[in-house]
Each structure stands twice: as structure tokens, then as C-alpha cells.
């Protein structure tokens, strides 16, 4: 199987930064389109910005010219660098990735979120 972990979360202060992070472990053959989404409470879970394998990037309009998504080399970590924090933005993040892994010979798909990390953006 596949599993993401997030890290990076925390509390920040209007108008500053954090470097979310998530890593993809497991048999992987091959990665689709990365992403994170976010959850306020009381709200219904929303893209923030996705890279497919190619760096191709998509990006919510209320994160756009603030947030930047990349992903390594490896193309198994995605982040997700936050700038211009707003107190708008705090929630909970969630890593979602899918694509391809071995198991016993065979290749499955798969489509994994991870745990989410907090991010808080509070004076």
C-alpha cells in the first residue's frame, strides 16, 4: 500500500509563511497528479492547488500568487510553500496523491490522502 505524511503545520501569525511538506512511501511504480486541499471548520473540503507529474500546477483563485506547490525529483514529496498568510487560510491541509504501486507481481491503482496537519493563521 501507499502512505502520505504531512508535516509543517502550525500556528503563524497574518502575514507570514510555512513550508507544508508530504511524502508518498511504499511500492510506488508511478505518481499521478499531487495535491493538497484544505478543511475549515464547519466547511466542505476544497482544493488549494495540485502538480501533475509533468509540473503542469492548478491553484484555488484565493491561494493564487501567495501559495506555490512543487514536488522533487523523486516525484514522491509534494509541498506546498505558504506566503501572505491570512486568517482566512487557517484549516486543516490534507496531501492527496494517486497513481500506480506493486503488490505480489501485480500493479494497482491507487488515489491515498494523508492525516492533514493544522495550519492555524492568528494574531
Known amino acids: 500500500q501507499v502512505q502520505l505524511v504531512e508535516s509543517g503545520g502550525g500556528l503563524v501569525q497574518p502575514g507570514g509563511s510555512l513550508r507544508l511538506s508530504c511524502e508518498a512511501s511504499?511500492?510506488?511504480?508511478?505518481?499521478?497528479?499531487m495535491g493538497w486541499y484544505r478543511q475549515a471548520p464547519g466547511k466542505q473540503r476544497e482544493l488549494v492547488a495540485t502538480?501533475?507529474?509533468?509540473?503542469?500546477?492548478n491553484y484555488a483563485d484565493s491561494v493564487k500568487g501567495r501559495f506555490t506547490i512543487s514536488r522533487d525529483n523523486a516525484r514522491t514529496t509534494v509541498y506546498l510553500q505558504m506566503n501572505s498568510l491570512k486568517p482566512e487560510d487557517t484549516a486543516v491541509y490534507y496531501c492527496?496523491?494517486?497513481?500506480?504501486?506493486?503488490?505480489?507481481?501485480?500493479?494497482?491503482?491507487?488515489?491515498?490522502w494523508g492525516q492533514g496537519t493544522q495550519v492555524t493563521v492568528s494574531s
Open positions: 502538480i501533475t507529474s509533468g509540473g503542469s500546477t
Open positions: 492527496n496523491a494517486d497513481g500506480t504501486y506493486y503488490s505480489d507481481g501485480f500493479e494497482y491503482e491507487f488515489d491515498n
Open positions: 511504499g511500492r510506488i511504480f508511478s505518481m499521478n497528479v
